[in-house]
Nanobody, 126 residues
Framework: QVQLVESGGGLVQAGGSLRLSCAAS????????MGWFRQAPGKEREFVGS????????SYADSMKGRFTISRDNAKNTVYLQMNSLKPDDSATYYC???????????????????WGQGTQVTVSS
């Protein structure tokens, strides 16, 4: 049974930084790509970025490029989302997700991800 548990959310001032973590369990972590999504109140969930199973490739939504960085530590079964230069518009619940197929690189669609964490809240004050 795949489980994803996010942590690291909280309240931060605009311009600040946060690092979110997502701990995975239930299968061989290093075989699977990981993604981050976010959902603000009243809005649809949106793609933040993803990282390939090997960690050698990352992809980001245009609004996050240059500010957000995704990395993974396969020895710790954990994926990270480093968020810098945060803006109030970044306030949302952030979710990590993973795919069903090993050694496959997903795109930016929610439907490509089979397993989801419970989310962690990020609030950026102005």
């Amino acid at each position: 049974q795949v489980q994803l548990v996010e942590s690291g959310g909280g309240l931060v001032q605009a311009g600040g930084s946060l690092r979110l973590s997502c701990a995975a369990s239930g299968r061989t972590f290093s075989w699977y790509a990981m993604g981050w999504f976010r959902q603000a109140p009243g809005k649809e969930r949106e793609f933040v970025g993803s990282i390939s199973w090997s960690g050698g490739s990352t992809s980001y939504a245009d609004s996050m490029k240059g500010r957000f960085t995704i990395s993974r530590d396969n020895a710790k079964n954990t994926v990270y989302l480093q968020m810098n230069s945060l803006k109030p518009d970044d306030s949302a619940t952030y979710y990590c997700a993973t795919v069903r197929t090993p050694r496959w690189t997903p795109g930016k669609l929610e439907g490509e991800y089979a397993y989801w964490g419970q989310g962690t809240q990020v609030t950026v004050s102005s």
